[in-house]
């Protein structure tokens, strides 16, 4: 059982927008801590893909965006394509010192 | 550019210990902490603990209080986990990644099998 809560599975038509939805509590993204997005492609290690809510490391397309709101925060792909076919994962920090991730959320690209 | 890279796969018994290695390069070692997360077969990540590269402080997840110790050498810039009393359930590919809150870059992990 995951700390964050996130849909198991999403899908998608190339070009299309899909949200992922991550939501948390008052002691961990509720308490005011930012929450991370990773993209795990098969067989690799995670890679940041948003931080701090909403920003995007140099190199991450525009079609990915993060946004936050009380103890949820959400991912948006859009214009979907191919390439990105993989698990997503969302990370916050609680109050008890650690840091948590919801589930992951298996991306198909129909 | 900043890299994390880790030690080779590893098969242990049950019961025993294992110690996966991370190396830093591209970035000043001590400015940041170094994070463990380990992800069973088809399962999620799992946070493990951090280390401050800085002073040596740690902070662990409870549920592995007492089996896990976390160390630096900062003359290799090189962060270990230590992980004892295999059980089977440890079946996992261990990952570093640089930074206590926020995790980047990540190693390329290290696949740790538990098996009689």
């Known amino acids: 059982q995951s700390v964050l809560t996130q849909p198991p599975s999403v899908s998608g038509a190339p070009g299309q927008r899909v949200t992922i939805s991550c939501t948390g509590s008052?002691?961990?993204?509720?308490?005011?801590?930012?929450v991370h997005w990773y993209q795990q492609l098969p067989g690799t290690a995670p890679k940041l893909l948003i931080y701090g809510n909403s920003n995007r490391p140099s190199g991450v397309p525009d079609r990915f965006s993060g946004s936050k709101s009380g103890t949820s925060a959400s991912l948006a792909i859009t214009g979907l394509q191919a390439e990105d076919e993989a698990d997503y994962y969302c990370?916050?920090?609680?109050?008890?010192?650690?840091?948590?991730f919801g589930g992951g959320t298996k991306l198909t690209v129909l | 550019q900043v890299q994390l890279v880790q030690s080779g796969a590893e098969v242990k018994k049950p019961g025993a210990s294992v110690k996966v290695s991370c190396k830093a390069s591209?970035?000043?070692?001590?400015?940041?902490?170094i994070s463990w997360v380990r992800q069973a077969p088809g399962q999620g990540l799992e946070w493990m603990g951090w280390i401050s590269a800085y002073n040596g402080n740690t902070n662990y997840a409870q549920k592995l209080q007492g089996r896990v110790t976390m160390t630096t050498d900062t003359s290799t810039s090189t962060a270990y986990m230590e992980l004892r009393s295999l059980r089977s359930d440890d079946t996992a590919v261990y990952y570093c990644?640089?930074?206590?809150?926020?995790?980047?870059?990540w190693g390329q992990g290290t696949l740790v099998t538990v098996s009689s």
């Open positions: 990370q916050s920090y609680d109050s008890s010192l650690s840091a948590v």
């Open positions: 990644a640089r930074d206590r809150k926020r995790f980047d870059p």
């Open positions: 008052s002691s961990n993204i509720g308490a005011g801590y930012d």
């Open positions: 591209g970035y000043t070692f001590t400015s940041y902490g």
